[in-house]
Structures are given as structure tokens and as C-alpha cells.
């Protein structure tokens, strides 16, 4: 009884997003990566698994730069709509056909970007060279499958804050917000402790980070302080100011555990958007 | 002293409504209702109105009772032996005269029967009252005891073929075996009706029950189906709001309250009401977006309990355009088509677009981007959007502002050609005079319900709800538009009336 199906909506919504995404320049998101890419990987490349703290930074970047990518595509894309979907909704379409044709063009543009992005990292030398010990399978894979997990799912993140956000204005106030806690719970900047900690784990900064550093084995790395330290002490020991970090072990499990948070946040995100959704239109 | 006029009271004409009845005749009888009826069964010296063929009915069972102020009719079960069930609930005695009076509404099934209505008395009668079914409504009749299955549907190959574009190719089927008839639902696009209730999956059939598919009425009767097969059925609306109140920290405000009113097809409705009258309330009411305290019948069913299969019969023209900028007519036409359309093929739905965009004159911009078309164009595709469905009820919001004169005149005549091909199309307008016939000079509208604020609760109440002469004769204006110089407050350039008008509507009286 009723319209039509789940699939044959978001089928029918899918098209309808794409083509009018393309109507309303696309590549414009695609340049957006180009460019920031190219960015980050003339400032950070060169420092590339020279030492724990250069390697550390640069995958911090380019983390935040996918994170960065995928909230911008997506921020404005449901909250600019809420009055049509209003009006369609008490027509007998579903949101939840809705939001995961959103979801479904994210995916396909945040491939593309994803693409872009690790081509730059690949042709400015920022994975290094040698790409002989990936963590499952080739360690450029793992790269690209990162890269890409980060902005699909910062996509949907930001399609999460668009459901709830009344209009693009107030979307766009909240997204700088968004994007700090991204940076300030990635346990990059500081250290982290207590309650910061906890609410860390709903964040793509920490998980991407753990996954491009179990992937990089940054802990076999040593601290640029160590450098320094060899250069003016004679026999230095670095294992002195080595520190591992669990977060960036290079073995399956870590790496599997921040793709299995990734997928489930974006999984959890896209929920709360639909819910989102209907709560808005509850009387619809 | 001043002198009290007496006012003369002029009752309303009675819109009257259809009674079908099945009894032990076992042929479906259609009885206008014009005003009381009696109900007793049938005997050599009964003075009963309608007399029933059954033993179970006794002498004077029960009656019909209009209400003329309401418009209403009303049923009382005279404390027979075997009761009167309304929807499967039976009357009360209320006191030595019989039961309660309940007020009925279209659809309504009224049913002489015993206790438990899934073992039905042989001799039970069935009787549906209606304000949508015409009382010379042609029904047909098949036997389905010699079928093992009965399809329903909308398609050639179906037992039982519905010539309505709101059921579906195939809608449902019956499946007959020695332990009775069960319905199913084949996934259909509005779904099916047993006795006012939609039937999820699968359902026994038992005698006198009542399936409604899409328009189509069917009842269900020893091993025979009577069906009308309307067609595209026109609607029926029935609005009773009580009040509609909002929480406002600690406060509850009522925004509005006692609105009555009922259209039928081919109704077409001005909305008049100053700034804050409740105008915008109302419309949400009808709409069930903002749900009121209120009992909204369309054809009889109930949209409030019926929201989620029914909302989409009830369409809203928005007063700002919602439709996305950068997608073109037609794909945003048949976008809306694949949706709501299901079962139709690709030919089908782009025929139904072709007359939609033809009807409103805009095939020509079928290819152009929402945002190149002009606001009246704009508007005429949020219409044609509504149009692809199947909409009983056209809600328009201000349609016309911000259109020049003349596109102002065509989109109300656009409009008009929308009632007259049997919707019930409602407009809010602040310039209701451009909606006018040029060649005969009369307004397109056929009623106009006036809502105005009373001082007293500060709240909306129906000022006026009548056909347009009399709205005009009821203010003394020549015009519309000067309604709203009647209602509105000083300090909005009108004459500060509306309290006096509230009350005298309310009375139900006219000036003598």
C-alpha cells in the first residue's frame, strides 16, 4: 500500500540529486579537492616519515583536509530543501528514500575526491616510497580506502548537520564548530584526557588518524627531538624519548577497529539524519 | 430605548445525502435522504419511511434526524431488540426514547445484525450512508461463488475491473475456499478499505462487509459482490474543528475555534480573513499539518486516523513555490509520477503529464528550468506538481500574490477548471474579485468562508460560510473584497464588525 517502494524512490531522488548537481557545477567540489590536496602535500610531503612529529602532522592535514572536503560538499545539501521536503513528504514520499540518495551521490562524488586527492599525495611523493608492508593488503589501497572512508563519512556528517539545521545560514554557522571539535578531539593537537577522550571516539579525526598511522607504522619512527638529540649528544640513545602510541600500532586489529568506527559513525550519522528529518516533519 | 427588530430565521436549503441499503431483498436499494427518516421493518400498516425486508428489524427501529442549522444528520436506535451497530459499535439506550443521537458522517456503515459481526445474522441489514454516492448510483452485481480467485484492479484481465486511475493494475484479490473468502491486499497504491479499516495483509470476509477500493465501493454478500465502479469519484468535505490551540511557555492559546463546514466536488472555496485571523491555522487543520481538536471526513474517512494513506488526497498549492530551481518541468513532473504513480507504465504517466501541462498551458515549457520560468509560470507548475496525483482537495495559498492583473485572472480561472473537473479546491486570496466569468460577469467562487478574530477570546471564529451571493447579501458589499473592510479592526482601515458578524452566524439568523 502506497507509493513507491524504498529503492524505487531513492532511485528516482538519486537521479533527480545527481542531475541537478551537475546543473549546479559539480566540479567546483572536485577543484575544491584538487586544490587543497595540492596544498597539503607541497606544505607536509617533503617531511614525509623523516621523523614521528613531520609524519604525524602531515597525516593530521590531510585527515582534516578530507574531513574538511566531505562536510563542505554536503552541509548545505538537505537544509536548503526543507520546504520541499515538506511538501513532498505529505505527498507520501519517504525521507529515509531521501536522505540515502543524498548519501548515495556523496558516495560517488566523495570517490572522485577521493581519487584526486590520493593521486596528488601519490604524485608529490606524501606515502613515501616504499610500499612493500601494508597492514591487509597493498599499503596504497589501505591510503585510498582511508582517504576515502574520511570523506564520505564526513559527507554524511555534515548531511547529519544540514537535517537538522533549519536553514543553509545556520548549517554554515555551525560547521566551523563542527570541523574544531573535529581537530581538537583528533588527540593530535593535545593531549587528551577524561571526558575529551571519551567523546574523542565520535570523531573521523581520531580513527583517520589511527588508521593513516597504523598504516604509515609511524611508531617505528622516531621523535624529531631524538634527531636533534643524536646530533649533539654522542651515543644517544632515541629509545629514550621513543614513545609508541597503541592508536598507531601497524597490525590488522587497530587498523580493522578505525575503519569499523568510520563506517559506524557515518552508519550512525545517516540514521540520525533521517530521524532528524522526521522529527522535523512529524506533523507533516 | 432602541427598537429590537424580530429576525427572521431562513433555514438553509438541505443538501441531503444517500442512503444504499441491502437487505433480505438481497438487491442493493439507494434512498435519498432529504430530512427525517423513519426506520422499521417492512409490514402491511407500517407508516415507517424507510421500511426494512428483515425479521430481525423491528417496528420502529430507528431514525434519521437533520439538523438544518448543522447541516447534519443524526441516528437514534429507538431501544430495539436487535440494535443498530454504527462502524461496529452498537447504540446504547440512552434513555426511554432509545439511544444517544450520533451524528453520521459519509461512509458511515449502519448494520442490524447480531452481536458478533463476523457471524452475521442471515436476515441482517446493511445500511451505508453517504454524502458522495449519487442516489441513482448504477451497481453491479457477481457471483464469485463459482471463482476459486477474484483479482480487483484497474487493468484488462481483472474478475472484477475498476475503470478508476486511483487503483491500482492489480489493487486486490479474493481468494474463495471451503473456510470463506479472504482479501488481500496486492500491494496496492491507496491501499483497501473493510469496514472503514485498511486491511494490511490478509482478511476473512464475512457477510455485509463493506471494501472500498480506491472510489469503488464494494460489498461483500452470501457469495455476491455489489460494486458501483464511480470512476474517479468526486470528494467529499467534511471539516468539524472544535479549536486548534498552541503551547506558548505556560499558556495555551487558542488560535481558533467552532469552524463547521463541508464541501463537495466541484466546490470552489475563497478563504477571507484579515492578518492573524486564523486563516493560515485553518488551511493546516484541513491539511493535517498543524492538527487541530477537529474531525476531518474526506468521503467519509477520517484523515486525522487515516493521515499517513490518506494525506496525499489532500493538496497544497504553497504560497512560496517549492520546487527546486535548477531541475526542469517535466522531469520535475515525472519525478512526482514515478513516486505516486505505481503501476502505471512510462506512457501512461507521461499521457497523464501531457493533459496536466496542457490543461494549465505550460506544455510549451515543459524543457525550461524552474528558475526560468515567470511567477505565474512558477505557480502553474507547483499546481501541475499537485495536479500528478490524486488530490480530492486542492489547498491554494495565496496563488495570486505577486502576479500582475492579468495573470492574476487566468490563474483563477485555471483554478475554477480544477473544481469543475470535480475537486474541491480551497483559496486563500486578498484579491478575490479578479476570479470572476468575463463573458457572464459572476464570480468563479462558489462559496466563501469568512474567518474573523473576536474580541472576546481573541481566537478565530467562522464569520460567514455560504455561497458567494449570499456572502455578499450577508455583509451588505457589493464586492469581495469589501468583506474585509467589515471584519477588520480600526487601526487596519475596516469597521471593526467581525464580533457582530461571529455572533450572528453563530445565531444562524438573517436579517428580516
Redesign the interface.
Given at each position: 500500500m502506497g507509493n513507491a517502494s524504498f529503492f524505487k524512490q531513492t532511485h528516482v531522488y538519486y537521479k533527480k540529486i545527481a542531475r541537478i548537481a551537475i546543473r549546479e557545477k559539480a566540479w567546483v567540489f572536485l577543484a575544491f579537492a584538487v586544490i587543497i590536496s595540492v596544498i597539503v602535500a607541497l606544505v607536509t610531503a617533503g617531511d614525509m616519515f623523516e621523523d614521528l612529529d613531520s609524519t604525524k602532522s602531515g597525516f593530521f592535514t590531510l585527515a582534516s583536509a578530507c574531513i574538511w572536503i566531505g562536510v563542505f560538499n554536503s552541509i548545505q545539501n538537505i537544509c536548503k530543501e526543507h520546504n520541499i521536503i515538506r511538501s513532498e513528504y505529505r505527498q507520501g514520499t519517504k525521507l529515509s528514500s531521501y536522505v540515502c540518495a543524498h548519501i548515495l551521490w556523496q558516495a560517488i562524488l566523495c570517490f572522485v575526491q577521493s581519487v584526486i586527492i590520493f593521486i596528488v599525495c601519490i604524485c608529490f611523493g606524501f606515502f613515501g616510497d616504499d610500499f612493500s608492508d601494508g597492514v591487509i593488503i597493498n599499503p596504497l589501497i589501505e591510503y585510498f580506502f582511508t582517504i576515502f572512508l574520511l570523506t564520505f563519512g564526513a559527507s554524511v556528517l555534515g548531511l547529519m548537520v544540514s537535517a537538522f539545521s533549519g536553514t543553509p545560514t545556520t548549517a554554515m554557522k555551525i560547521m566551523p564548530f563542527v570541523l574544531i571539535i573535529q581537530l581538537i578531539l583528533s588527540g593530535v593537537l593535545f593531549e587528551l584526557s577524561g571526558i575529551a577522550k571519551n567523546a574523542a571516539v565520535i570523531t573521523f579525526s581520531k580513527w583517520g588518524m589511527g588508521a593513516f598511522g597504523s598504516i604509515g607504522g609511524i611508531n617505528s619512527l622516531e621523535p624529531k627531538i631524538a634527531g636533534e638529540l643524536s646530533e649533539k649528544i654522542p651515543n644517544f640513545d632515541p629509545s629514550i624519548v621513543s614513545a609508541t602510541d597503541e592508536a598507531f600500532n601497524h597490525d590488522v586489529q587497530t587498523l580493522l577497529t578505525a575503519w569499523g568506527w568510520c563506517l559506524g559513525l557515518t552508519l550512525c550519522f545517516a540514521v540520525i539524519a533521517i530521524i532528524s528529518l522526521k522529527i522535523k516533519n512529524r506533523d507533516s | 430605548m432602541s427598537e429590537i427588530k424580530t429576525q427572521m430565521f431562513i433555514p438553509k436549503p438541505v443538501r441531503g445525502a444517500t442512503l444504499f441499503i441491502l437487505d433480505n431483498r438481497k438487491e442493493p436499494l439507494m434512498l435519498p435522504l432529504r430530512g427525517n427518516a423513519t426506520v422499521g421493518r417492512e409490514y402491511p400498516t407500517s407508516d415507517r419511511t424507510i421500511r426494512l425486508h428483515s425479521e430481525i428489524v423491528g417496528r420502529a427501529h430507528g431514525e434519521f434526524i437533520y439538523d438544518n442549522s448543522a447541516d447534519t444528520f443524526y441516528y437514534i436506535d429507538n431501544n430495539s431488540l436487535n440494535g443498530t451497530y454504527i462502524n461496529g459499535i452498537r447504540l446504547q439506550p440512552y434513555n426511554q426514547r432509545g439511544s444517544k443521537a450520533i451524528r453520521l458522517s459519509d461512509g458511515d456503515i449502519l448494520r442490524i445484525d447480531r452481536s458478533d459481526l463476523s457471524h452475521p445474522h442471515p436476515q441482517a441489514v446493511l445500511m451505508i450512508f453517504s454524502r458522495s454516492m449519487e442516489e441513482n448510483e448504477h451497481w453491479t452485481s457477481l457471483d464469485i461463488s463459482n471463482y476459486s480467485s477474484v483479482t480487483i484492479g484497474r487493468a484488462e484481465g481483472n474478475t472484477l475491473r475498476i475503470n478508476d486511475d486511483m487503483a491500482s493494475r492489480q489493487h486486490a484479490v479474493i481468494r474463495l475456499s471451503p473456510q470463506g473468502a479472504m482479501l488481500s491486499?496486492c500491494?496496492?497504491?491507496?491501499?483497501?478499505l473493510v469496514n472503514a479499516k485498511?486491511v494490511?495483509k490478509c482478511l476473512r470476509l464475512f457477510d455485509n462487509d463493506v471494501i472500498r477500493v480506491a472510489n469503488t465501493m464494494l460489498v461483500f454478500s452470501h457469495g455476491t459482490i455489489f460494486y458501483n465502479n464511480a470512476g474517479e469519484r468526486s470528494g467529499c468535505l467534511s471539516v468539524h474543528i472544535h479549536d486548534k490551540t498552541v503551547r506558548n511557555g505556560f499558556r495555551t492559546k487558542t488560535l481558533i475555534k467552532d469552524i463547521n463546514f463541508e464541501a463537495d466536488a466541484r466546490d470552489f472555496i475563497l478563504i477571507l480573513g484579515g492578518s492573524g485571523a486564523g486563516k493560515t491555522t485553518l488551511i493546516n487543520a484541513v491539511?493535517?499539518?498543524?492538527?487541530a481538536n477537529a474531525e476531518v471526513l474526506l468521503n467519509g474517512q477520517n484523515l486525522y486516523e487515516n493521515f499517513?494513506?490518506m494525506?496525499?488526497q489532500v493538496?497544497?498549492v504553497?504560497q512560496?513555490i517549492?520546487?527546486?530551481d535548477?531541475?526542469k518541468v517535466i522531469?520535475t513532473l515525472m519525478?512526482?509520477a514515478?513516486?505516486?504513480l505505481?503501476g502505471f507504465s512510462r506512457e501512461e504517466k507521461e499521457v497523464r503529464i501531457g493533459k496536466i501541462l496542457n490543461t494549465l498551458g505550460v506544455e510549451n515549457l515543459k524543457n525550461h528550468?524552474i528558475r526560468q520560468l515567470s511567477g505565474g509560470q512558477k505557480k502553474k507548475v507547483s499546481v501541475a506538481a499537485q495536479l500528478v496525483?490524486f488530490q480530492k482537495v486542492f489547498i491554494c495559498d495565496e496563488p495570486d500574490s505577486g502576479l500582475d492583473a492579468a495573470s492574476r485572472m487566468q490563474q483563477m480561472d485555471i483554478l475554477k477548471d480544477i473544481a469543475d473537473s470535480g475537486k474541491i479546491v480551497m483559496v486563500i486570496s486578498h484579491e478575490p474579485d479578479d476570479a470572476v466569468n468575463r463573458e457572464t460577469g459572476k464570480y468563479h467562487f462558489t462559496k466563501v468562508l469568512v474567518i474573523a478574530r473576536r474580541s472576546v477570546d481573541n481566537c478565530g471564529h467562522l464569520a460567514f460560510f455560504g455561497d458567494t451571493d449570499s456572502a455578499l447579501e450577508y455583509f451588505g458589499v457589493k464586492k469581495l473584497q469589501d468583506i474585509m473592510m467589515e471584519i477588520n479592526p480600526k487601526h487596519e482601515g475596516g469597521k471593526e464588525r467581525a464580533d457582530y458578524y461571529i455572533n450572528r452566524y453563530k445565531n444562524g439568523v438573517q436579517h428580516g
Open positions: - | 491486499d500491494d496496492s497504491q491507496n491501499g483497501v485498511p494490511s491539511l493535517g499539518d498543524g492538527k499517513k494513506t494525506k496525499s493538496g497544497l504553497p512560496f517549492n520546487l527546486r535548477n531541475d522531469a519525478d512526482i514515478d513516486i505516486k505505481k528550468l496525483g
